[in-house]
T-cell receptor, first 112, second 112 residues
Framework: NAGVMQNPRHLVRRRGQEARLRCSPMKGHSHVYWYRQLPEEGLKFMVYLQKENIIDESGMPKERFSAEFPKEGPSILRIQQVVRGDSAAYFC??????????FGQGTRLTVV | RKEVEQDPGPFNVPEGATVAFNCTYSNSASQSFFWYRQDCRKEPKLLMSVYSSGNEDGRFTAQLNRASQYISLLIRDSKLSDSATYLCVVHAGGTSYGKLTFGQGTILTVHP
């Protein structure tokens, strides 16, 4: 049973470009969460999704950020018109229940 | 006040030492509590859940005091491999579903 798979592991984007981060949850897990970890800071919750539904997006920035978890395929975190402040590690976690989370290895986004 | 507060350390201890980490949380309605471990530039990994009755896993002991909103982690007989950042994590429960709140982490370095 593969763990939570995230890709790419590293992503470099120029300011103004779009970044797409993908997350495939563990088999049998229907809950997906995205977290962001800025340099030297703790993880911050961004969004919680189930298949085809956003359950809680209270941590998502109001602009430029969106997330989806379609019926088929991975969950996608999309950042439009990236800025330097978006540089961070983005972790996806999945869970068979509501609170026990297993994390992927993360995508390190660098905006140049 | 931060929702989950930890002493960031760093804690530098010799092999074989006993070290204790503390954490406080602000939401008295919080339901579930965890300690995660995060190695440098890696994903967080669940170390143990924390229960009011206290729980032990080998050299690790976790305690929860709901009245004081206080969580602790005790590591006995420290090993070099225990060097990592230890994250105190709280789940609010209720309709917050998958939202985990992380402390900023406590850095532990075990030296020979």
């Amino acid at each position: 049973n593969a763990g939570v798979m995230q890709n790419p592991r590293h992503l470099v984007r120029r300011r103004g470009q779009e970044a797409r981060l993908r997350c495939s949850p563990m088999k049998g897990h229907s809950h997906v969460y995205w977290y962001r970890q800025l340099p030297e800071e703790g993880l911050k919750f961004m969004v919680y999704l189930q298949k085809e539904n956003i359950i809680d997006e209270s941590g998502m920035p109001k602009e430029r950020f969106s997330a989806e978890f379609p019926k088929e395929g991975p969950s996608i975190l999309r950042i439009q018109q990236v800025v330097r402040g978006d540089s961070a590690a983005y972790f996806c976690a999945s869970s068979p229940r509501r609170e026990e989370a297993f994390f992927g290895q993360g995508t390190r986004l660098t905006v140049v | 006040r931060k929702e989950v507060e930890q002493d960031p350390g760093p804690f530098n201890v010799p092999e074989g030492a006993t070290v204790a980490f503390n954490c406080t949380y602000s939401n008295s309605a919080s339901q579930s509590f965890f300690w995660y471990r995060q190695d440098c530039r890696k994903e967080p990994k669940l170390l143990m859940s924390v229960y009011s009755s206290g729980n032990e896993d080998g050299r690790f002991t976790a305690q929860l005091n709901r009245a004081s909103q206080y969580i602790s982690l005790l590591i006995r007989d420290s090993k070099l491999s225990d060097s990592a950042t230890y994250l105190c994590v709280v789940h609010a429960g209720g309709t917050s579903y998958g939202k985990l709140t992380f402390g900023q982490g406590t850095i532990l370095t075990v030296h020979p």
